[in-house]
């Protein structure tokens, strides 16, 4: 047993924290959602559903917030079908080279996100890397312009930066996968292949729903990508939401699409856990 | 097998040669595991083989298996390579030491798994996997996860689920040595009565020489890679072929003694031998030395050698006490001898010359 003094030292310092920091500052935002702007620029604490009401009517918020989950849909499947390969091979067959690879995938996470999103500004842009090799080779004559600014970009530039995320919880997975399973497959006569689908891809589902839920939850909130390399066709809900409480100066609206942002993940994060959960064994 | 359950007497004909292992040669990163095995397993067969951890019994079980590949040599089963076919080609089926029961599957999906790998008529796989649950008794469990059952009922569906396939070999991997001492002997019993009913050839790993006695047809004895002897249990333990095997299997005292113009010697006793002379170690079982109702003197006369020496220690043992006779010059013997009552001091021993077996020294290594 516990002294009620050690109790206290270990969970007081938690619970101030997500107090101070998570549970106030969504309860200013939870007030904001709900106040108005007056002229002149003030906000005025007038009760109301305006701003929720608005998310509605004005269809530009609703486009936005499709495409944005559409990209992270894109960039969640596209993490998936390069992750988890990926993980497979390093798990089962990489034997030697496992840790050298594993690395591989890790060291881009230590590079600064602006670092690889400039970068693919690089490769992408009008006279980038991409549209100089194209041209090099004949196989265009000018500038490619659709790489850069459009929502392809953005897929791109977000797969990239989130795939390690995916990659890991599936790696973690599979290798829980006890290997006397996979023997005691083979020995009942499924081959390599049935094998995979029959034994490893059902213990490996809640990697790929970790996985999959860090692609999508990261990319549905992501501002930079979009600002580095979307433009106008690429932008998401997240750059709205910082024009809001920047330059248009529209703080409720702006704290009415974070709060439904925020119950849109929250719901999806719940339902993940209790299908991980039922997955695992 | 049937369904009513009633088992079938299997027929021993001439023993016919199912799995032939020849010559068998394995390594691990330069060290030798297998060093030229050579093995043949006859149908219906109960065959132990038994070793000490890293004698190389489960690397021999892998091989034929096939989950580990062989450096040279072949495995046949009747007639045709085995050890180039991939292990879910082969009829062969093992229990893991673990078990292995893939724990997203309820216990009759554990079982149906090898018959839906197979492609077995659909129609056919539900009576098939009951049957094989009411054989190690787990009927009742069908429809249970995996992670309910205990050890023992873990154990039993692993059974199952490796003899719903019928395969020609089914190879168990210390299948016992997770579970506790009663229902191991339980499970003994059970094992050697489903595989008298399958009439299916078990190889049985186990490193408990107890086990391999109670269940098995013929024991191969396994040391440092190498087949120290392959016998019938009865045989390995009352012809030991070497130090090795006798003390292995069973309790025993190693004589060292000279031979010479049929009669050997050893300290105080002496006993006739047949075999060439010179130095040579013999293997006597506690329980084959016994008091002796004849006068003082060790003689080798018909057949028996006497000997006196201290009691030094008595345990009693219900039927047998275990007792350590001191010969002098540090001999020390050990006996098992029936209900003797206290012995004390110097003793009159003896013992048929036909007990004192003479076995190779060093063995395999």
Redesign the interface.
Known sequence: MYSRAYKSAVTIPPLLWVTVFLLIPYAILFCYSFWTVAPLQVIVHNWNLHNYAQLFRNSLYLTVLLRSIRIAGAVTLLALLLGYPLAYYLSFHAAKRKDLLYQLVIIPLWASYLVRGYAWKTILGSDGVLNGFLQYLHITHRPVEFFLYSPFAVILTLTHIYTPFTFLPIYASLEHVPRNLVEASHDLGASPFSTFVRVILPLSLPGILAGATFAFVLTLGDFLAPLLVGGPSGIMISNIVVSLFGAAYNWPLGAAISLCMLLLVVSLLFATERLEKRFTI | MNASGSPVPVERGPVEVLLSIQKVEKQFAGRPVLCGISLDVASGEFLTILGESGSGKTTLLRLI???EHLDSGEIRMAGERLDQI????RE???V?Q?Y?I???LSVFENVA??LR??SVARAEIPPRVTQALAMVKMSEFSQS?P?RLSGGQQQRVALA??LV?RPRVLLLDEPLSALDANLRRQMQVELKSLQREVGITFIFVTHDQEEAMALSDRVALLRAGRLEQVAEPREIYGQPATAYAAQFIGQTNLLRAEVRDGIANAGPMAWPSAGPSGAATFSLRPEAIRLSSAPQGARPAGGTAHFHGRVQNQTFGGAMDLVEIDCGNSHILRARIPSPGPLVGQQEFEFAASDAVRVREGGGS
């Open positions: 298996a096939g989950f991939p292990a879910h080609r062969v089926n093992t893991f673990s292995a893939f724990p997203h798994y090898g790998a197979k996860a992670s689920r490796a396939n």
